[in-house]
Nanobody, 122 residues
């Protein structure tokens, strides 16, 4: 089992920045690829970004490329999502998830955090 706990969400004005953290406990964190997803009000949960187990490979959905950066610190069992130039449409609950493979599909991720709310005001 892997337990994941997100933090760092909050209210920010458009153009601002937030850094989300996801702390893992349980099984060895470093063997898992990690992903960030989000669910906006009234919408399905969508993929945001993923990072390989060693941090060498990342992938982003088009809507966040150039604005968001995923990173990880295996010594701290933590994955991060740095979000810059935030837009109102980035408002959502953000989730981190762990997978044995780097993937964009929710079905590949077996472990999920509880989510953290990000609200971007105009």
């Amino acid at each position: 089992q892997v337990q994941l706990v997100e933090s760092g969400g909050g209210l920010v004005q458009a153009g601002g920045s937030l850094r989300l953290s996801c702390a893992a406990s349980g099984r060895t964190f470093s063997i898992y690829s990690m992903g960030w997803f989000r669910r906006a009000p009234g919408k399905e949960r969508e993929f945001i970004a993923t990072i390989s187990w060693n941090g060498d490979s990342t992938y982003y959905t088009n809507s966040v490329k150039g604005r968001f950066t995923i990173s990880r610190d295996n010594a701290k069992d933590t994955v991060y999502l740095q979000m810059n130039s935030l837009k109102p449409e980035d408002t959502a609950v953000y989730y981190c998830a762990a997978s044995r493979v780097r993937a964009t599909s929710e079905s590949a991720y077996g472990y999920w955090g509880q989510g953290t709310q990000v609200t971007v005001s105009p």
